[in-house]
């Protein structure tokens, strides 16, 4: 695609070029490494009062890849999953097992059993980091599979904190709250007896190429199967300059604070992160952004320039009274992804705190950023902006020709930030890119006469909530287990508080069966999110295809 045929160029905001420098770097460790030795003695990472700094960051992820180097006996491409909320730990063990030439594998800490177990047999993973609360769930894991060969590594909430904090935060989560279901896993090690081992062990430099695997993450893509996106190092290093450039005008090295909320193990907060970490930023971590009280009294003493969030978050916050007292002079960038910014949400953030929320788009397939909004938008856009550095963007019909603006099609990018595939699947790979090169995002939308893009509709059936991705066919699988269940279709169902929700339409075999029983059925095997909030009986079977498929449009028409 030539300059000329990139309309957005003219439209970027001042001093942005057009490309980004994506090689800088051959690695994510490169850059950690860089970071260290520059912002050594300033803050790295805070949560709960807490801080480490780039210097002791540093320290403990070297013991940590240090033990798994040499206790552990892992190596290079070796993958790792970690299964942590927002703590300290997670930091420690990502660098660290990065450092190590470990591949990280990013765990939900909600999954079920079912879903952790598909994840970890998927990868392939060797180790995993779980905090003591989830425990339990993969207990059941790896007594239903006596062959899954993992080393366990379990961490309590404190075990970063001083001494005296980690023993009373750790006693009140586990028998004051009863935060920790019973478990036993025969053979774990504690994090912090690790990081203790692996102070006393030589660490051998791993040489990392472009190629290697940075992260797996474990997406539906555009169908509903869990399959692990391969993000490679040269993915990652490219998307950090990418973000970096469009964000850096009013950013100044080694003084920003970002306040990130949303879960390392999700994919946008997880490249923010890397950005901070690249600029010397002071990450706080938000371990339950859906305690409010503690959330805001923690943005009332904290001066942030920086913070990520989804369109729920942000509508929370500004329904939260203790809001009202956050100064919010010194910020910068609030950044929106994940889901679709509502206008209502958009103007009232806007004339609370004096600066707008820029909504960006992208998948875990592309790193995941690919188009944003300028940072000095004025009012609210109702688009997801334009191409960031170095990224290309269509809108293709199904035929794979490019269409003129103003006409919907399939949303299509290319750039270096885009995945090698998907993880041992190359037939799913094949199915969402086009023979040169453009990856099929799976969403319908539309591009300006300036290059501004616009979601339409989703191609697909996934359904958004909160930011996350919930798949019919993986809900619908679910309910069809029910024995009192005949037919079963999910949809999407709009909500003002999370986007949407999961609403499923049931025939039922069984007369008797409600909707109570079929909602105790899912908590069983679904994450909070993909669990339906609306149930819906039918008499008449469902709408299909003259070959027998659901039609879930027609039942999104009946809504």
Same mark, same amino acid.
């Given at each position: 695609?030539?300059?000329?045929?990139?309309?957005?160029?003219?439209?970027?905001?001042?001093?942005?070029?057009?490309?980004?420098?994506?090689?800088?770097?051959?690695?994510?460790?490169?850059?950690?490494?860089?970071?260290?030795?520059?912002?050594? !003695?300033?803050? +790295?990472?805070? @949560?709960?009062?807490?801080?480490? %700094?780039?210097? *002791? $960051? /540093? &320290?403990?992820?070297?013991?940590?890849?240090?033990?798994?180097?040499?206790?552990?006996?892992?190596?290079?491409?070796?993958?790792?999953?970690?299964?942590?909320?927002?703590?300290?730990?997670?930091?420690?063990?990502?660098?660290?097992?990065?450092? !190590?030439?470990? +591949?990280?594998? @990013?765990?939900?800490?909600?999954? %079920?059993?079912? *879903? $952790? /177990? &598909?994840?970890?047999?998927?990868?392939?993973?060797?180790?995993?980091?779980?905090?003591?609360?989830?425990?339990?769930?993969?207990?059941?894991?790896?007594?239903?599979?006596?062959?899954?060969?993992?080393?366990?590594?379990?961490?309590?909430?404190?075990?970063?904190?001083?001494?005296?904090?980690?023993?009373?935060?750790?006693?009140?989560?586990?028998?004051?709250?009863?935060?920790?279901?019973?478990?036993?896993?025969?053979?774990?090690?504690?994090?912090?007896?690790?990081?203790?081992?692996?102070?006393?062990?030589?660490?051998?430099?791993?040489?990392?190429?472009?190629?290697?695997?940075?992260?797996?993450?474990?997406?539906?893509?555009?169908?509903?199967?869990?399959?692990?996106?391969?993000?490679?190092?040269?993915?990652?290093?490219?998307?950090?300059?990418?973000?970096?450039?469009?964000?850096?005008?009013?950013?100044?090295?080694?003084?920003?604070?970002?306040?990130?909320?949303?879960?390392?193990?999700?994919?946008?907060?997880?490249?923010?992160?890397?950005?901070?970490?690249?600029?010397?930023?002071?990450?706080?971590?938000?371990?339950?952004?859906?305690?409010?009280?503690?959330?805001?009294?923690?943005?009332?003493?904290?001066?942030?320039?920086?913070?990520?969030?989804?369109?729920?978050?942000?509508?929370?916050?500004?329904?939260?009274?203790?809001?009202?007292?956050?100064?919010?002079?010194?910020?910068?960038?609030?950044?929106?992804?994940?889901?679709?910014?509502?206008?209502?949400?958009?103007?009232?953030?806007?004339?609370?705190?004096?600066?707008?929320?820029?909504?960006?788009?992208?998948?875990?397939?592309?790193?995941?950023?690919?188009?944003?909004?300028?940072?000095?938008?004025?009012?609210?856009?109702?688009?997801?902006?334009?191409?960031?550095?170095?990224?290309?963007?269509?809108?293709?019909?199904?035929?794979?020709?490019?269409?003129?603006?103003?006409?919907?099609?399939?949303?299509?990018?290319?750039?270096?930030?885009?995945?090698?595939?998907?993880?041992?699947?190359?037939?799913?790979?094949?199915?969402?890119?086009?023979?040169?090169?453009?990856?099929?995002?799976?969403?319908?939308?539309?591009?300006?006469?300036?290059?501004?893009?616009?979601?339409?509709?989703?191609?697909?059936?996934?359904?958004?909530?909160?930011?996350?991705?919930?798949?019919?066919?993986?809900?619908?699988?679910?309910?069809?287990?029910?024995?009192?269940?005949?037919?079963?279709?999910?949809?999407?169902?709009?909500?003002?508080?999370?986007?949407?929700?999961?609403?499923?339409?049931?025939?039922?075999?069984?007369?008797?069966?409600?909707?109570?029983?079929?909602?105790?059925?899912?908590?069983?095997?679904?994450?909070?999110?993909?669990?339906?909030?609306?149930?819906?009986?039918?008499?008449?079977?469902?709408?299909?295809?003259?070959?027998?498929?659901?039609?879930?449009?027609?039942?999104?028409?009946?809504?």
């Amino acid at each position: 695609m030539s300059t000329t045929e990139r309309v957005w160029l003219q439209h970027y905001p001042r001093g942005i070029a057009p490309e980004a420098d994506v090689a800088a770097y051959a690695s994510l460790v490169e850059i950690f490494a860089h970071s260290c030795e520059r912002f050594a !003695a300033l803050p +790295a990472y805070t @949560n709960m009062g807490v801080t480490l %700094t780039y210097a *002791e $960051l /540093e &320290h403990a992820s070297r013991a940590f890849a240090a033990f798994l180097q040499g206790k552990l006996r892992l190596g290079k491409g070796d993958r790792i999953a970690i299964m942590l909320p927002n703590l300290l730990q997670y930091p420690v063990a990502m660098f660290g097992a990065l450092r !190590a030439g470990l +591949a990280v594998v @990013n765990t939900n800490p909600q999954y %079920t059993a079912r *879903e $952790l /177990e &598909h994840q970890l047999k998927d990868s392939g993973a060797k180790a995993i980091v779980v905090l003591e609360n989830f425990a339990h769930t993969l207990q059941e894991v790896l007594a239903k599979n006596p062959d899954l060969r993992l080393h366990v590594i379990t961490t309590e909430v404190g075990d970063l904190f001083p001494i005296v904090k980690e023993l009373i935060v750790n006693a009140v989560v586990k028998y004051v709250r009863h935060m920790v279901p019973e478990w036993h896993i025969p053979g774990t090690i504690g994090f912090n007896a690790a990081l203790r081992e692996g102070n006393h062990l030589p660490l051998e430099p791993v040489p990392l190429a472009r190629d290697d695997i940075a992260f797996l993450q474990y997406t539906g893509g555009t169908t509903g199967v869990a399959k692990g996106v391969v993000l490679t190092h040269a993915n990652m290093v490219a998307n950090l300059p990418q973000v970096g450039a469009w964000i850096a005008r009013d950013l100044v090295d080694g003084e920003e604070v970002c306040v990130i909320p949303l879960p390392l193990y999700h994919v946008c907060a997880l490249t923010m992160n890397l950005v901070c970490v690249k600029i010397g930023a002071q990450v706080v971590l938000i371990t339950n952004p859906r305690d409010l009280p503690d959330f805001v009294a923690t943005l009332q003493r904290t001066p942030f320039t920086m913070m990520i969030g989804v369109n729920t978050l942000y509508a929370a916050l500004l329904n939260h009274p203790g809001f009202e007292n956050v100064d919010t002079r010194r910020v910068k960038v609030v950044s929106a992804g994940g889901m679709a910014v509502q206008r209502v949400v958009a103007e009232r953030w806007k004339q609370r705190t004096g600066v707008p929320i820029v909504e960006g788009y992208g998948l875990t397939e592309t790193a995941p950023v690919v188009t944003s909004n300028a940072l000095d938008i004025v009012d609210w856009t109702g688009t997801i902006g334009l191409p960031i550095p170095s990224t290309e963007a269509v809108v293709l019909d199904d035929a794979g020709r490019v269409l003129p603006p103003g006409e919907s099609g399939e949303i299509c990018v290319r750039g270096p930030q885009v995945m090698r595939g998907y993880w041992h699947r190359p037939d799913e790979t094949a199915k969402v890119f086009t023979p040169d090169g453009w990856l099929r995002t799976g969403d319908m939308g539309s591009m300006d006469e300036r290059g501004f893009f616009r979601i339409t509709d989703r191609k697909k059936d996934m359904i958004v909530v909160s930011g996350f991705k919930a798949f019919p066919n993986e809900v619908e699988d679910d309910v069809a287990m029910h024995p009192g269940v005949l037919e079963v279709a999910a949809v999407g169902e709009p909500d003002e508080k999370s986007g949407e929700v999961v609403k499923i339409v049931v025939v039922r075999k069984d007369p008797a069966l409600t909707a109570d029983d079929l909602l105790a059925h899912c908590r069983q095997h679904l994450t909070g999110y993909k669990v339906p909030k609306i149930v819906e009986f039918r008499d008449e079977p469902l709408p299909k295809t003259n070959i027998g498929k659901i039609l879930r449009r027609e039942l999104r028409r009946a809504n």
